[in-house]
């Protein structure tokens, strides 16, 4: 015959409190009911637990023996039911995040150590790559979530929020006439050759810098392709020419490139990042962490 929790709490809570009537009180069941329980408990065990005495119930010896795997059932029951209840909330459990690498400036030092110390019992395994591989991984089941450049293709079974946006500046070498230079249209820059991100990895960006720079009047003449932002800053660097990067890349500056900001309407947010995710996520930690984005503190 199997034993359940609920007679072995009930015996936990006779033996503590050495009654039947108070332990029938504590736990809400009438004291008649409770001896029934107890006797068939003591006959799936196959022999008596406890006995009344002059100082009320106590545990037999085998009853002794018992009640220390009972609490260490009933402890691990509880922790399980916890566990559980915290991971379905979001509170518990591992969160598959891959983020492009310019999330690393800005984004993620302002979000995550609040998101950490509000959540700590989620672990966070963080993966970077390009948009094109994120969203690869998170269909492949790879990734819970990823940050990712926008703007992203209409897709059914994904959903995203911007929780970031930002300005596209020019990156040009230190020794280049506009570095310190105030805000430039960037029609000015038109006979250069440009740094551009790679139109198959990267393609969110690619058609950002490259609508920009249509919109001033000109194609770009394209010298290098590149993947990752820091990646184009070092080509611009090493006078491969000039970039058209996220505002925030200034956060991480080098004496070898300068950072200038565009007069051209259209450079003033044009750029997102974006939280994106299964439509369907039963990762509801997910659903925490954009939360945590999207609250104004965080914007």
């Not at 690393?104 to 672990?123: D, K, S």
Request: proline share 6%; net charge positive.
């Amino acid at each position: 015959m199997a034993i359940d929790l609920r007679q072995l709490r009930q015996f936990v809570t006779i033996a503590e409190l050495g009654s039947y009537r108070r332990a029938a009180e504590t736990l809400h069941i009438a004291q008649p009911a409770l001896s029934v329980s107890i006797q068939k408990l003591e006959h799936a065990v196959g022999v008596p637990l406890l006995v009344r005495g002059a100082k009320g119930v106590t545990p037999t010896p085998a009853g002794e023996a018992l009640m220390t795997d009972a609490r260490r059932a009933l402890f691990h029951s509880e922790q399980a039911r916890q566990a559980a209840r915290r991971v379905a909330l979001g509170e518990w459990g591992t969160l598959r995040l891959g983020f492009v690498g310019s999330a690393t400036y800005m984004l993620l030092p302002r979000c995550l150590p609040a998101f950490r110390a509000q959540y700590p019992g989620v672990q966070l395994d963080l993966r970077e790559d390009s948009t094109v591989g994120l969203v690869a991984m998170l269909r492949a089941n790879e990734i819970d979530a990823g940050l990712v450049r926008g703007p992203l293709a209409e897709d059914a079974a994904l959903d995203s929020w911007v929780v970031e946006r930002d300005d596209l500046i020019l990156a040009v070498p230190a020794g280049h006439p506009l570095a310190g230079a105030g805000p430039v249209a960037l029609e000015r820059v038109r006979s250069e050759n440009f740094v551009l991100y790679s139109p198959a990895k990267v393609p969110g960006l690619n058609g950002v810098t490259l609508a920009l720079c249509h919109k001033a009047g000109f194609s770009p003449r394209i010298s290098q392709e590149a993947i990752q932002v820091q990646t184009l800053v070092s080509l611009v660097a090493s006078g491969m020419g000039l970039a058209l990067v996220p505002g925030v890349t200034r956060a991480y500056s080098t004496p070898h490139v300068a950072f200038v900001p565009l007069t051209d309407a259209h450079a003033s947010g044009a750029l997102s990042l974006s939280l994106v995710t299964h439509r369907d996520t039963s990762c509801a930690s997910v659903l925490r962490l954009r939360d945590s984005m999207l609250a104004p503190a965080a914007l």
